[in-house]
């Protein structure tokens, strides 16, 4: 039997950095033993490991879900704290990625509906949601969403969202295969579109569940300052237990997105090294960060994009920027 060592010093031993041993042992394609906060691997699983991915990169074959059929990537933007720019996240990432010539349809899957609201539509005249899809699914299990579509004015479909959605929490709880629903609904969507985005709620749950059932990747805003961390790291393990209990053993992290950051102070800056370094080392953080600004909530009281309000302003050219890292990581 060979003995398991440090992951540091197998990252010496075979010449590697050490982050990118870190990063496979966190989501799973290299084994190893988490021992406090320290990965424990055996150097032939590491040899194994750096075989093997150096074979897959000079192959470059396709991800399995690309094969065959076009399918779109479905990415939930979700962390379990309000305010932190998750709808104003999923909005503008969305209209970034029209403008790039992708198809997408956003989905508003948080009941209090701000996606729907900020897209201009009035949550209480929606008749066909997210919801009723939902009801419908759950009574007769055909996924119809077509109904709940609708076209926006920055380019992007959305599937719209009310109050009503929380009663979703007590009819999903008790319906067979409960987290399954949203991912069921979008399976026929697949070939339509391009990128699916998720925005959800800002609190764990069937709903959030649901959507990290559906999503292939997760992205997670993270507002610049140290209270919000620890929400963060629960997303994280949250993510983790979606692989690990077998409800989605492929979700990834795309990475943690800075939001509200003002660069002109130094705590500010500080914390952007700060999550660097704490988050990094597991998961990518996006290079772009998204500054504090006012341009954002006004782009919405005015039913805009920021690249629609503000088309040069840092805002705009973040959020392309954003949309680029997105469409790089799955090139
Ligand atoms: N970078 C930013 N700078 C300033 N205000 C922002 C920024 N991002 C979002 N906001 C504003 O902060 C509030 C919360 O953002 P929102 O995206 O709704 O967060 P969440 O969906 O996570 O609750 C909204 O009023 C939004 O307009
Ligand atoms: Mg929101």
Redesign the pocket.
């Known amino acids: 039997m060979e003995e398991p060592i440090p992951l540091r010093d197998a990252a010496n031993l075979f010449g590697v950095k050490v982050d990118r041993l870190r990063r496979a042992a966190w989501d799973g394609r290299l084994a190893g033993r988490l021992v406090g906060n320290q990965w424990l691997v055996v150097p032939s699983e590491v040899e194994r490991f750096l075989r093997e991915s150096g074979r897959r990169r000079t192959q470059t074959e396709p991800a399995t879900r690309r094969e065959g059929a076009h399918m779109a990537r479905i990415i939930a933007v979700a962390?379990p704290?309000?305010?932190?720019?998750?709808?104003?996240?999923t909005l503008n990432l969305g209209a970034a990625l029209v403008e790039q010539g992708q198809r997408v349809l956003l989905v508003d899957f948080?009941p209090q509906g701000?996606l729907t609201l900020a897209l201009g539509l009035r949550p209480d005249e929606q008749e066909h949601t997210i919801h009723s899809a939902m009801k419908y699914y759950l009574s007769t299990f055909e996924p119809q969403l077509e109904l709940a579509i609708r076209p926006t004015s920055i380019g992007a479909d959305l599937v719209p969202a009310t109050i009503r959605l929380n009663l979703a929490n007590a009819e999903l709880t008790v319906a067979p295969q409960g987290e399954l629903v949203l991912k069921k609904l979008l399976a026929p969507l697949l070939s339509r579109y391009d990128v699916i985005l998720i925005?959800t709620l800002?609190y764990l749950g069937i709903l959030v569940e649901n959507a990290l059932v559906a999503a292939h990747e997760v992205i997670v805003?993270l507002e610049a300052e140290y209270l919000a961390t620890e929400s963060v790291s629960l997303m994280l393990q949250q993510v983790q237990f979606m692989r690990k209990s077998g409800l989605n053993p492929d979700l990834k992290v795309s990475g943690i997105l800075l939001?509200?950051?003002d660069t002109r102070t130094v705590l500010n800056r500080q914390f952007a090294e700060f999550a660097r370094k704490e988050f990094g080392a597991q998961v990518p953080v996006f290079t772009t960060v998204?500054?504090?600004?006012?341009r954002?909530?006004e782009s919405?009281a005015c039913h805009q994009s920021i690249l629609q309000y503000d088309t040069q302003g840092d805002?705009a050219r973040a959020y392309r920027a954003v949309a680029q890292e997105v469409l790089d990581a799955a090139a």
């Open positions: 962390v704290k309000g305010g932190t720019g998750k709808t104003t996240t948080d701000s925005d800002p805003p939001t509200h950051v998204i500054k504090r600004s006012v954002f909530p919405q805002g």
